[in-house]
Protein backbone atom coordinates (compact mmCIF):
# COMPACT_ATOMS: atom_id res chain seq x y z
CA UNK A 1 0.00 0.00 0.00
CA UNK A 2 3.16 2.41 0.68
CA UNK A 3 4.21 2.28 -2.50
CA UNK A 4 0.24 2.88 -4.20
CA UNK A 5 0.20 5.51 -2.55
CA UNK A 6 3.80 6.55 -2.77
CA UNK A 7 3.15 6.34 -6.87
CA UNK A 8 -0.64 7.86 -6.27
CA UNK A 9 1.24 11.18 -4.47
CA UNK A 10 3.41 10.92 -6.93
CA UNK A 11 1.25 11.65 -9.76
CA UNK A 12 -0.91 13.81 -8.00
CA UNK A 13 2.38 15.90 -7.70
CA UNK A 14 3.33 15.90 -11.62
CA UNK A 15 -0.12 16.62 -12.29
CA UNK A 16 -0.55 19.36 -10.26
CA UNK A 17 3.13 20.60 -11.11
CA UNK A 18 1.71 20.05 -14.80
CA UNK A 19 -1.41 21.99 -13.76
CA UNK A 20 0.15 24.96 -12.37
CA UNK A 21 2.63 24.94 -15.50
CA UNK A 22 -0.71 24.77 -17.66
CA UNK A 23 -1.76 27.95 -15.40
CA UNK A 24 0.95 29.26 -15.50
CA UNK A 25 1.52 29.41 -19.73
CA UNK A 26 -1.94 30.32 -19.86
CA UNK A 27 -2.20 33.16 -17.34
CA UNK A 28 0.89 34.41 -19.19
CA UNK A 29 -0.54 33.92 -22.73
CA UNK A 30 -3.53 35.84 -21.36
CA UNK A 31 -1.60 38.47 -20.40
CA UNK A 32 0.45 38.75 -23.72
CA UNK A 33 -3.04 38.89 -25.52
CA UNK A 34 -4.03 41.71 -23.46
CA UNK A 35 -0.95 43.62 -24.10
CA UNK A 36 -1.23 43.12 -27.65
CA UNK A 37 -4.29 44.55 -27.70
CA UNK A 38 -3.35 47.62 -25.50
CA UNK A 39 -0.42 47.99 -27.73
CA UNK A 40 -3.24 47.22 -30.63
CA UNK A 41 -5.65 50.04 -28.80
CA UNK A 42 -2.90 52.37 -28.35
CA UNK A 43 -1.71 52.27 -32.11
CA UNK A 44 -5.29 52.77 -33.67
CA UNK A 45 -5.66 55.52 -30.78
CA UNK A 46 -2.30 57.51 -31.69
CA UNK A 47 -3.51 57.03 -35.28
CA UNK A 48 -7.03 57.97 -34.55
CA UNK A 49 -5.06 61.33 -33.27
CA UNK A 50 -2.87 61.69 -35.94
CA UNK A 51 -5.75 61.31 -38.16
CA UNK A 52 -7.73 64.12 -36.69
CA UNK A 53 -4.55 66.30 -36.07
CA UNK A 54 -4.18 66.01 -39.87
CA UNK A 55 -8.36 66.78 -40.43
CA UNK A 56 -8.18 69.45 -38.09
CA UNK A 57 -4.82 71.20 -39.94
CA UNK A 58 -6.08 70.56 -43.26
CA UNK A 59 -9.30 72.24 -42.20
CA UNK A 60 -7.46 75.31 -40.79
CA UNK A 61 -5.46 75.28 -43.42
CA UNK A 62 -8.64 75.63 -45.68
CA UNK A 63 -9.76 78.25 -43.35
CA UNK A 64 -6.88 80.41 -43.71
CA UNK A 65 -6.84 79.99 -47.07
CA UNK A 66 -9.89 80.87 -47.73
CA UNK A 67 -10.26 84.31 -45.31
CA UNK A 68 -6.86 85.17 -46.72
CA UNK A 69 -8.98 85.15 -50.32
CA UNK A 70 -12.07 86.83 -48.59
CA UNK A 71 -9.54 89.42 -46.87
CA UNK A 72 -7.75 89.64 -50.06
CA UNK A 73 -10.99 89.99 -52.40
CA UNK A 74 -12.18 92.69 -49.83
CA UNK A 75 -9.00 94.43 -50.33
CA UNK A 76 -9.50 94.17 -53.85
CA UNK A 77 -12.98 95.90 -53.75
CA UNK A 78 -11.48 98.44 -51.60
CA UNK A 79 -9.11 99.79 -53.60
CA UNK A 80 -11.55 99.53 -56.66
CA UNK A 81 -14.19 101.69 -54.73
CA UNK A 82 -11.34 103.98 -53.55
CA UNK A 83 -9.71 104.07 -56.95
CA UNK A 84 -13.43 105.01 -58.20
CA UNK A 85 -14.40 107.73 -55.32
CA UNK A 86 -10.84 109.44 -56.24
CA UNK A 87 -11.36 109.64 -59.92
CA UNK A 88 -15.09 110.77 -59.03
CA UNK A 89 -13.57 113.24 -56.80
CA UNK A 90 -10.84 113.94 -59.27
CA UNK A 91 -13.38 114.93 -61.66
CA UNK A 92 -15.31 116.72 -59.45
CA UNK A 93 -12.48 119.06 -58.58
CA UNK A 94 -11.69 119.48 -62.10
CA UNK A 95 -15.41 121.10 -62.56
CA UNK A 96 -15.30 123.38 -59.67
CA UNK A 97 -11.89 124.49 -60.50
CA UNK A 98 -13.12 125.18 -63.78
CA UNK A 99 -16.22 127.11 -62.85
CA UNK A 100 -13.92 129.61 -61.02
CA UNK A 101 -14.44 133.40 -61.79
CA UNK A 102 -12.54 136.17 -61.02
CA UNK A 103 -13.37 137.43 -57.41
CA UNK A 104 -14.81 134.15 -56.29
CA UNK A 105 -13.92 132.80 -53.03
CA UNK A 106 -12.37 129.42 -53.95
CA UNK A 107 -11.12 128.37 -49.98
CA UNK A 108 -9.16 129.51 -47.63
CA UNK A 109 -5.75 130.08 -46.07
CA UNK A 110 -4.15 129.12 -43.25
CA UNK A 111 -0.77 129.18 -41.49
CA UNK A 112 0.01 126.49 -38.82
CA UNK A 113 1.48 128.25 -35.24
CA UNK A 114 -0.46 131.53 -36.55
CA UNK A 115 -3.33 132.96 -36.26
CA UNK A 116 -3.44 133.72 -39.96
CA UNK A 117 -6.92 132.17 -40.99
CA UNK A 118 -9.26 133.49 -43.65
CA UNK A 119 -11.09 133.36 -47.01
CA UNK A 120 -9.31 133.21 -50.21
CA UNK A 121 -10.30 134.54 -53.21
CA UNK A 122 -9.08 134.61 -57.06
CA UNK A 123 -7.95 138.13 -57.97
CA UNK A 124 -6.38 140.74 -56.15
CA UNK A 125 -8.81 143.34 -55.95
CA UNK A 126 -9.15 146.41 -52.95
CA UNK A 127 -12.85 144.76 -52.40
CA UNK A 128 -11.28 141.53 -51.87
CA UNK A 129 -8.20 142.48 -49.60
CA UNK A 130 -11.30 144.04 -47.64
CA UNK A 131 -12.77 140.62 -47.69
CA UNK A 132 -9.66 138.05 -46.97
CA UNK A 133 -6.91 137.05 -48.71
CA UNK A 134 -6.05 137.66 -53.09
CA UNK A 135 -4.67 135.24 -55.22
CA UNK A 136 -3.25 137.46 -57.58
CA UNK A 137 -4.24 136.16 -61.53
CA UNK A 138 -1.77 138.23 -63.31
CA UNK A 139 1.62 138.63 -63.40
CA UNK A 140 2.02 135.15 -64.67
CA UNK A 141 0.95 133.89 -61.61
CA UNK A 142 -1.34 130.45 -61.16
CA UNK A 143 -4.27 129.36 -59.05
CA UNK A 144 -3.12 126.78 -55.96
CA UNK A 145 -1.61 123.43 -56.94
CA UNK A 146 -0.35 124.73 -60.56
CA UNK A 147 2.85 124.66 -61.86
CA UNK A 148 3.98 128.30 -61.18
CA UNK A 149 3.98 130.45 -58.38
CA UNK A 150 0.60 131.29 -56.18
CA UNK A 151 0.91 134.89 -54.63
CA UNK A 152 -1.29 135.42 -52.18
CA UNK A 153 -1.98 138.83 -50.13
CA UNK A 154 -3.86 140.41 -47.69
CA UNK A 155 -3.42 143.84 -45.52
CA UNK A 156 -1.11 144.07 -42.94
CA UNK A 157 -4.14 145.31 -40.47
CA UNK A 158 -5.93 142.92 -40.85
CA UNK A 159 -6.20 138.95 -41.96
CA UNK A 160 -2.41 139.08 -42.51
CA UNK A 161 -1.22 140.35 -39.52
CA UNK A 162 -0.08 137.70 -37.95
CA UNK A 163 2.22 136.65 -40.54
CA UNK A 164 5.16 138.05 -39.03
CA UNK A 165 4.59 135.66 -36.23
CA UNK A 166 5.35 131.92 -38.88
CA UNK A 167 8.71 130.58 -38.89
CA UNK A 168 10.56 128.89 -41.27
CA UNK A 169 9.29 125.53 -41.60
CA UNK A 170 5.66 126.02 -41.03
CA UNK A 171 3.27 124.48 -42.94
CA UNK A 172 0.55 126.81 -45.52
CA UNK A 173 -2.71 125.60 -45.97
CA UNK A 174 -4.59 126.66 -49.21
CA UNK A 175 -7.58 125.05 -48.98
CA UNK A 176 -9.40 125.39 -51.85
CA UNK A 177 -12.99 124.20 -53.52
CA UNK A 178 -11.10 121.70 -55.57
CA UNK A 179 -8.26 120.12 -53.56
CA UNK A 180 -6.31 121.32 -50.53
CA UNK A 181 -2.18 122.12 -51.20
CA UNK A 182 0.30 122.36 -48.64
CA UNK A 183 3.63 124.85 -48.60
CA UNK A 184 6.40 124.60 -46.43
CA UNK A 185 8.23 128.07 -45.41
CA UNK A 186 11.62 128.32 -46.22
CA UNK A 187 12.28 132.23 -46.09
CA UNK A 188 11.27 135.66 -44.90
CA UNK A 189 12.21 138.90 -47.19
CA UNK A 190 11.32 142.69 -46.82
CA UNK A 191 11.88 144.06 -50.53
CA UNK A 192 10.74 146.98 -52.01
CA UNK A 193 7.68 147.18 -54.35
CA UNK A 194 9.00 148.11 -57.24
CA UNK A 195 11.55 144.79 -56.88
CA UNK A 196 9.16 142.19 -58.26
CA UNK A 197 11.99 140.29 -59.57
CA UNK A 198 11.73 139.00 -56.04
CA UNK A 199 8.52 137.50 -56.65
CA UNK A 200 8.82 134.64 -59.25
CA UNK A 201 5.95 136.21 -61.55
CA UNK A 202 5.99 133.81 -64.70
CA UNK A 203 7.61 130.76 -62.84
CA UNK A 204 7.35 127.70 -64.19
CA UNK A 205 8.12 125.49 -60.59
CA UNK A 206 5.73 125.33 -58.18
CA UNK A 207 5.77 127.59 -55.14
CA UNK A 208 3.58 129.83 -53.22
CA UNK A 209 4.26 133.73 -51.35
CA UNK A 210 2.58 134.99 -48.99
CA UNK A 211 2.46 138.79 -48.78
CA UNK A 212 1.56 141.70 -47.20
CA UNK A 213 2.66 145.65 -46.55
CA UNK A 214 5.51 146.37 -44.02
CA UNK A 215 6.25 146.87 -41.29
CA UNK A 216 3.52 145.37 -39.49
CA UNK A 217 0.44 146.64 -38.71
CA UNK A 218 0.96 149.97 -41.16
CA UNK A 219 -2.31 151.75 -42.17
CA UNK A 220 -1.22 154.08 -44.55
CA UNK A 221 0.71 153.74 -48.10
CA UNK A 222 4.41 152.19 -48.03
CA UNK A 223 6.63 150.78 -50.45
CA UNK A 224 8.04 147.85 -48.71
CA UNK A 225 6.32 144.33 -48.48
CA UNK A 226 7.28 141.48 -46.55
CA UNK A 227 7.18 138.07 -48.70
CA UNK A 228 7.15 134.60 -47.19
CA UNK A 229 8.60 132.10 -49.72
CA UNK A 230 6.80 128.59 -49.37
CA UNK A 231 7.98 125.08 -51.82
CA UNK A 232 5.11 122.20 -52.19
CA UNK A 233 5.39 119.40 -49.84
CA UNK A 234 4.29 117.01 -52.38
CA UNK A 235 4.60 117.74 -56.42
CA UNK A 236 4.22 115.10 -59.00
CA UNK A 237 4.25 115.92 -63.16
CA UNK A 238 0.81 117.91 -62.92
CA UNK A 239 1.78 120.01 -59.91
CA UNK A 240 1.32 120.22 -56.65
CA UNK A 241 -0.23 116.69 -55.43
CA UNK A 242 -3.26 117.74 -53.20
CA UNK A 243 -3.44 116.93 -49.69
CA UNK A 244 -7.43 115.84 -49.84
CA UNK A 245 -10.21 115.93 -52.61
CA UNK A 246 -13.51 117.25 -51.92
CA UNK A 247 -15.62 114.29 -51.23
CA UNK A 248 -12.84 112.33 -49.91
CA UNK A 249 -11.89 111.52 -46.65
CA UNK A 250 -10.74 113.95 -44.20
CA UNK A 251 -6.93 114.06 -44.11
CA UNK A 252 -5.18 115.06 -40.59
CA UNK A 253 -4.25 118.48 -41.87
CA UNK A 254 -8.11 119.18 -42.29
CA UNK A 255 -8.75 118.24 -38.70
CA UNK A 256 -5.60 120.11 -37.67
CA UNK A 257 -7.55 123.11 -39.59
CA UNK A 258 -10.90 122.82 -37.59
CA UNK A 259 -8.63 122.42 -34.17
CA UNK A 260 -7.03 125.89 -35.31
CA UNK A 261 -8.92 128.78 -33.92
CA UNK A 262 -10.26 131.40 -35.95
CA UNK A 263 -8.85 134.83 -35.74
CA UNK A 264 -10.71 137.65 -33.87
CA UNK A 265 -12.61 140.09 -36.56
CA UNK A 266 -10.48 143.23 -36.93
CA UNK A 267 -11.58 146.07 -35.21
CA UNK A 268 -13.09 148.75 -37.68
Excluded at 71 to 80: D, T
Excluded at 182 to 195: C, P
Excluded at 248 to 259: H, P, Q, V
Aim: aromatic share 8%.
Amino acid sequence: MSQVRKRAVKRVVICLVVLLAVCAGAGIFIKMRADQKERQRLAQQAAEQAAAAEAARQQAEAEAAAKAAAEEEQARKQAEEAEQRRAEAEQAAAEAKDGIEYGDCIGTVWVEGTEVNCDLYWGDTTSIFRAGAGCSADNGCVMPGENGTVFVGAHTDTYFNKLFDAEVGALIHLDTIYGDFVYQITDFEVIGDTEVDKCRWGATEPSCILYTCYPQGIQTPTRYRYLAYADPVETDENGVVPSSLPGMEETGEEAAAEATPAPEEPAA
